[in-house]
């Protein structure tokens, strides 16, 4: 693995005492809340209890701190499989990053096969990635402002029989400059690494990439193999994050499990 995927997984793994070969950002279990964790603008729905949202804060400031050749202003959050936590993981990053006051955040919906942030947000699929990318519909008026204070979000879209053609798309190009001239920070909620080859594609064309590996199932075979897909399309690899660590669902999932 890549000196940096081991820095953020040494990180994380020490600090939840997770197993070799995975790394910890671990929903823990429920504790009292208190607003020095996660500030009171953040709704009931979407706060987690501090324990959880602590390993976010961790995470991001990782991420904030990381060294590299560029600042990573664009993330993308895949996994080796469906199922894995990625629209989880994806969704609170962002909410950590809005909740530090310093950033403005983006949450797109790129998982193309299974799109979930529509239900995340109550809101409707369309207008969104999908219509954009087949240019239909402004980049103003899919860009929705979340209950979040800082955070928007774009939701996927309608159905497309093939999201890698899509994103061969100029208008591809196009959103993301926007999205990086308005935005501090954009997260990508992106398809899984082995069965597709979209998000390979995607994660080129974001500064990095984070591969969720959900704790006690992912194999770590199945982690490595995803990493080097994406390492092999030019993609960087800026660490690993474990979900499921416990039984924690977070508030605003309840709606859609
Ligand atoms: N920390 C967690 N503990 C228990 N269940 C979780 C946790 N994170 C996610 N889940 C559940 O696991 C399922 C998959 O999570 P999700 O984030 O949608 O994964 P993906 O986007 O990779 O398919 C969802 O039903 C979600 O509610
Ligand atoms: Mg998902």
């Given at each position: 693995m890549s000196k940096n995927f081991e820095v953020l997984e040494k990180s994380l793994r020490e600090k939840t005492g997770s197993p070799a070969g995975t790394s910890g950002l671990a929903p823990a279990g429920l504790t009292a809340q208190s607003a020095l964790v996660q500030p009171a603008?953040?709704?009931?729905?979407?706060?987690?209890?501090?324990?959880?949202?602590?390993?976010?804060?961790?995470?991001?400031?990782?991420?904030?701190?990381?060294?590299?050749?560029?600042?990573?202003?664009?993330?993308?959050?895949?996994?080796?499989?469906?199922?894995?936590?990625?629209?989880?993981?994806?969704?609170?990053?962002?909410?950590?990053?809005?909740?530090d006051a310093t950033h403005r955040v983006l949450l797109i919906d790129a998982s193309f096969h299974r799109p979930a942030l529509h239900r995340v947000f109550r809101f409707p699929r369309d207008p969104g990635l999908t219509d954009l990318l087949v240019g239909e519909g402004d980049f103003e008026e899919a860009i929705r402002p979340t209950p979040v204070p800082e955070l928007s979000a774009i939701t996927a879209g309608r159905p497309y029989g093939n999201p890698t053609r899509l994103l061969e798309s100029e208008r591809l190009a196009a959103l993301l400059a926007f999205a990086r001239e308005r935005f501090d920070v954009t997260i990508l909620d992106a398809s899984p690494v082995l069965p597709y080859s979209d998000p390979r594609v995607l994660a080129t064309k974001a500064d990095g990439a984070l591969l969720v590996v959900q704790a006690n199932h992912t194999q770590i075979a199945a982690v490595e193999r995803s990493k080097r897909q994406l390492v092999g399309m030019g993609a960087r690899v800026v660490g690993a994050v474990i979900s499921r660590q416990r039984h924690f669902v977070p508030e605003f999932l309840h709606d859609w499990v």
């Open positions: 603008s953040i709704p009931p729905r979407f706060r987690l209890p501090d324990d959880v949202a602590e390993e976010y804060i961790k995470l991001k400031t990782n991420l904030v701190m990381a060294k590299g050749s560029a600042p990573l202003k664009m993330l993308v959050v895949t996994a080796a499989k469906h199922g894995d936590g990625t629209t989880s993981v994806a969704t609170n990053l962002a909410i950590a990053y809005a909740a």
